[in-house]
């Protein structure tokens, strides 16, 4: 069966030489993978993936220079769109945007969804301790309410990761999803998905920590407003605007936990390559094929869901 991946990275040299340059090539306690245009197409090839959402991962792109974070955004944002226009049909691009620097990000925002073609918008859990919830992102999440647009969320590295503890060294372990479900916590219980109703979050790694703790958060959020502490929510209704990927170890618990939050319709299939070497991507599209619990939703999590979000058809 065909699939539309949502959570699929590149690479581009420019990416690639500025991390060196920077010094955070292996930020992540990660080996940062090799990705060409050449390997990209043979994982589509072999994992049957019809369209692909291209993203940059983590580290984000910023360095503490707004000026050559703007550049290297657009540098990276062009290189998506020229390869989408080269492969009609096999690739779109989520933009990347140059934040802490909401200014610049705004500028950005602006370019690559009204003249650079992109799908949607990436964001980092937080650029430089910056959360999305916070009201200096109030600018840019106003334009991006007012496009209807889609965000995708992608962990990064923590501003505060605990030395000497094991999870300090693959942050990819604990500390990603730790961020992730910090970052869209922040927006549920900063009013910040009801107040911009006509965003789309995807959410990644089968929504992280969030099925976990949704009940918890709905729990504390309403204790917390009746005692004047913090504003009241709709926890429910803000989750109406998340989408949630796959990408990972999604099985044979990460699904299913997921299921008990999420709506059928909003669960997206993500590989996660390069970061996820093709043979264990084609391991995990084969248990999902033979996992009996998926057979009323299989064609919605692996292609129907994400053409619909997107309005992309494949």
């Known amino acids: 069966m065909k699939a539309m991946d949502v959570h699929c990275h590149f690479l581009p040299q420019e990416y690639v030489e500025a991390l060196k340059r920077y010094g ?15 390997m990209q197409l043979e994982y589509m090839e072999k994992a049957q993936i019809a369209h692909a959402v291209l993203t940059i991962s983590s580290p984000h792109p910023y360095f503490g220079d707004g000026a050559y974070s703007a550049q290297l955004c657009r540098m990276l944002n062009e290189s998506a769109a020229a390869l989408a226009r080269k492969y009609p049909g096999m690739f ?18 602006r370019f690559a969804i009204e003249q650079g073609g992109a799908c949607g918008i990436k964001l980092s859990s937080q650029a430089a301790g910056l959360y999305p919830g916070d009201e200096r992102m109030e600018p840019l999440l106003e334009y991006l309410n007012e496009r ?34 910090r970052a ?10 009801e107040k911009y109703g006509n965003l789309r979050v995807v959410v990644p790694h089968c929504g992280s920590f969030l099925p976990n703790i949704m009940d918890r958060l709905e729990g504390i959020t309403r204790l917390l407003a009746a ?58 599209i084969e248990q999902m094929d033979g996992d009996h619990s998926l057979d009323g939703i299989r064609e919605k999590l692996y292609w129907k869901n994400a053409q619909s979000l997107f309005d992309i058809r494949i």
């Open 148 to 181: 209807h647009a889609v965000l995708i969320f992608h962990p990064t590295r923590p501003q505060a990761v605990p030395e000497g503890c094991f999870t300090s060294g693959p942050l990819p372990l604990l500390e990603f999803i730790n961020d992730t479900t």
């Open 92 to 109: 779109s691009y989520a933009a990347v945007l140059p934040l802490p620097d909401v200014e610049r990000a705004l500028a950005e925002a």
């Open 184 to 193: 869209v916590v922040d927006l549920i219980a900063n009013g910040t998905l």
């Open 227 to 284: 005692k004047g502490i913090g504003k009241p929510v709709d926890v429910r209704k803000s989750l109406q605007s998340l989408y949630f990927d796959v990408a990972g170890d999604a099985l044979p618990r990460g699904i299913q936990i997921l299921r008990t939050m999420a709506d059928d319709d909003h669960i997206l299939f993500g590989g996660d390559f390069p970061y996820t070497p093709i043979s264990m991507i084609a391991d995990k």
């Open 24 to 38: 955070r090539i292996s930020e992540d306690g990660f080996p940062c993978p090799q990705w060409s245009e050449e």
